[in-house]
């Protein structure tokens, strides 16, 4: 009587292990200001980010780009963005999530 006592508890310090470990895995649950602060810290500054894109690009070719693509493009960034962030304040993100947005 005494080891199924002892076994039931241990399977249960033993669940309960194993849903707390399962937690750590999403990653921390970031919400607006802090959210903000993880993309900067894990994507860079912008202005690093401009003057890389500004290196890699020839100067007029970006203009006829801009004007086809960016349109469609902004707003599914924009909407990659706005999920990612709602995802990472309800569940909890990593920082590999974050690096999406670089």
């Given at each position: 009587?005494?080891?199924?006592?002892?076994?039931?508890?241990?399977?249960?310090?033993?669940?309960?292990?194993e849903i707390h470990t399962e937690g750590n895995t999403q990653g921390l649950r970031l919400c607006g200001r802090?959210?903000?602060?993880?993309?900067?810290?894990?994507?860079?500054?912008?202005?690093?980010?401009?003057?890389?894109?500004?290196?890699?690009?020839?100067?007029?070719?970006?203009?006829?780009?801009?004007?086809?693509?960016?349109?469609?493009?902004?707003?599914?960034?924009?909407?990659?963005?706005?999920?990612?962030?709602?995802?990472?304040?309800?569940?909890?993100?990593?920082?590999?999530?974050?690096?999406?947005?670089?």
């Amino acid at each position: 009587m005494r080891s199924l006592v002892l076994l039931v508890m241990l399977l249960c310090v033993l669940c309960v292990a194993e849903i707390h470990t399962e937690g750590n895995t999403q990653g921390l649950r970031l919400c607006g200001r802090a959210f903000l602060r993880a993309v900067v810290y894990t994507c860079g500054g912008s202005r690093w980010r401009r003057l890389m894109a500004e290196e890699e690009t020839p100067p007029d070719s970006h203009l006829q780009r801009n004007r086809d693509v960016m349109p469609v493009a902004e707003r599914r960034r924009r909407e990659l963005t706005q999920a990612l962030s709602a995802v990472c304040c309800q569940l909890g993100c990593q920082k590999n999530d974050i690096s999406i947005l670089c």
